[in-house]
């Protein structure tokens, strides 16, 4: 079962930023949070990820709350083409082995 | 630097028929994972491989389902025989072991049962 529960859909303004949200209630002390986007008929490709603290790389911010129940994914100036689908995933660790977790994530629609 | 590669990109056969699925990743990559991804849904882990080691295969179909990563490079995914069911997208990803575990994804194999 997916540890994370996202909106199914959201719109966004070209030029603004797109602020996605991910709840993960169940999180457990060691489990790292990833985000991923696939545009379609593409693979997943890979965002950002973090544990406690918020990240930054060149391409979004990623913002956990304090009680780590909670994440934002930021996409400061969305263009046409960050329209996908956003996966906020919980890395699991179990039997010396990790395992992305996805849920159905949050189809973005960058609006012109 | 090239990515994980994935062949055929698409697949249409028959009920009953065999298929397979190659996957190269990215060199260097000791982690290989083989995913299942159906319309409208997140990829759902198939197996994991540790170099030639298939150490998490909890998800696969054993019955029907078949996997092998021989030298511990490339991998093929082998379903036979295929049902109306199989029709979905199969990605190959990849990562580098040894704690960094970040996945990187080819562009998936689209099967069309008929």
């Known amino acids: 079962d997916a540890k994370t529960t996202q909106p199914p859909s959201m719109d966004c303004a070209e030029g603004r930023a797109a602020n996605l949200p991910c709840n993960h209630s169940?999180?457990?002390?060691?489990?790292?949070v990833y985000w991923y986007r696939q545009i379609h008929s593409q693979g997943p490709q890979y965002i950002i990820h973090?544990?406690?603290n918020n990240e930054t790389n060149e391409m979004a911010s990623l913002i956990i709350t304090e009680d780590r129940k909670s994440s934002t994914l930021i996409l400061p100036h969305a263009t046409l083409r960050d329209t996908a689908v956003y996966y906020c995933?919980?890395?699991?660790?179990?039997?010396?082995?990790?395992?992305?977790?996805f849920g159905t994530g949050t189809r973005l629609k960058v609006l012109a | 630097e090239a990515g994980v590669v994935q062949s055929p990109r698409y697949k249409i056969i028959e009920k009953k028929q065999p298929v397979a699925f190659w996957c190269n990743p990215i060199?260097?990559?000791?982690?290989l994972y083989w995913y299942l991804q159906n319309l409208g849904q997140g990829p759902e882990l198939l197996i994991r491989?540790?170099?030639?080691?298939?150490?998490?295969d909890s998800q696969l179909p054993k019955d029907r389902f078949s996997a092998e990563r021989l030298k511990g490079v490339d991998s093929t995914l082998k379903i036979q025989p295929a049902e109306l069911g199989d029709s979905a997208v199969y990605l190959c990803?990849?990562?580098?072991?040894?704690?960094?575990?970040?996945?990187?994804f080819g562009p998936g194999t689209r099967l069309l049962v008929l």
């Open positions: 990803a990849s990562s580098q072991g040894w704690g960094q575990e970040t996945q990187y």
């Open positions: 169940t999180i457990s002390g060691n489990e790292y």
């Open positions: 973090g544990l406690k």
């Open positions: 995933i919980v890395r699991v660790e179990g039997s010396g082995t990790y395992k992305y977790i």
């Open positions: 060199s260097g990559h000791n982690t």
């Open positions: 491989y540790e170099n030639e080691e298939a150490v998490d």
